[in-house]
């Protein structure tokens, strides 16, 4: 194996471009080498890197001006990772948020498929163009480097046509209107890695809870999606940090009607303004709401806990049983008073919390041999895009050849 074979995984959003360094180490095993991201994009751009013992490779301010946008962005940390690094890479993957009814698994991109691609810019306006952003300037600047893209939606692309469909007329369905559900590529992560950490139950009947500033649930079985709590849109669901989950179409006639809101105004709103934000009308960071004494606070913390409960009830129903719940991102893994918070309200459905292991964040955190065995796995979205982009260059001999020549 040639030691410098590596794969850079980009995550671009509105504000930040994050990216991590994965060296490969073998035919299928990567090791992370630097993980660095640049935040602040137009307002206080900072790039910031670590490396593989969390040493600080580099902090560096810079203008509003000198950064003003995710292409800018990723012109300036590719210049880091190639200049003061010296770091070249076999292929580039990236988190791309929606891949509509056709890309139901990793692809390498070419114009077409970035055509393609800028059709969703409408069904996830806040992350797909920020997702794409990066790959055209690569695709500019680089036109052989391979680049893979690595969607949000595949792993519940295999849904049956009751999970995918909403009760509307087929032509619509057939347009893409459909029901596809996110987080793919951290469920698709954790349901790997439960093989590893709890291979008695990894082929059951198993619901992940996805509880960042985003948030969802998905419905596994046999380590394949088969509901999610998530639809059309990432605005589905569970009440998130600023988006409302699960909202009456009616109230956004509503807001059209009544309120005489314009579509980009509700847009706004319905992104930025609602779920734990706008309920508790403090913050839409669940560890700003546990400090706070204010009425607000515990209401919207209640509201997530009770949604949560309901999902769990639903998307058991979808499994016909339920034999593992795992908690997962910032709020599943960091927050032990809020896992102890939902397990109780799963307690109908055989969850008995272990105190101790859950203050701990133990892999396994319900008590003996409990009907349902709660779990906490850190996700690592990141990896789960540089095993795809490995593995779909090795799997294509043009692009690949000189990953093979090493291997
Ligand atoms: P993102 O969803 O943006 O990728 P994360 O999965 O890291 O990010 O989740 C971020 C959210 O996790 C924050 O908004 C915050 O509410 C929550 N969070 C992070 N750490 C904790 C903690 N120790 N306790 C409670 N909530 C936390």
Redesign the pocket.
Known sequence: MNAMDRILVVNAGSSSVKFRVFEVTGPQSLQQAISGQIDGIGVRPKLVATGPSSEVLVERNYEAGEVPDVATAMRTAGAWLQSEQSLNFLAIGHRVVHGGPDYDRPVLVNDKVLHDLERYVNLAPLHQPNNLAPIRILLERLPRMPQVACFDTAFHRGHGPLADRYAIPEGLYIEGVRRYGFHGLSYEYVAEKLHEVAPDRADGRIVVA?????ASMCAIRNGRSVESSMGFTALDGLPM?TRPGQLDPGIVLYLLTEKGMSPQRIQTFLYGECGLKGLSGIS????EL?KSTEPGAALALNYFVYRIGLFAGMLAAALGGIDGFVFT???G???A??RSRIAEKLAWLGAEIDEQANARSEVCISRGEGRLRLYVVP?NEELMIAKHTLSLITRTPSVGSGLMRTA
């Open positions: 996805h509880l960042g500033s985003g940090g839409n960071d669940v560890r546990l991102a910032g709020i893994e960091r927050s008073e809020m996700t």
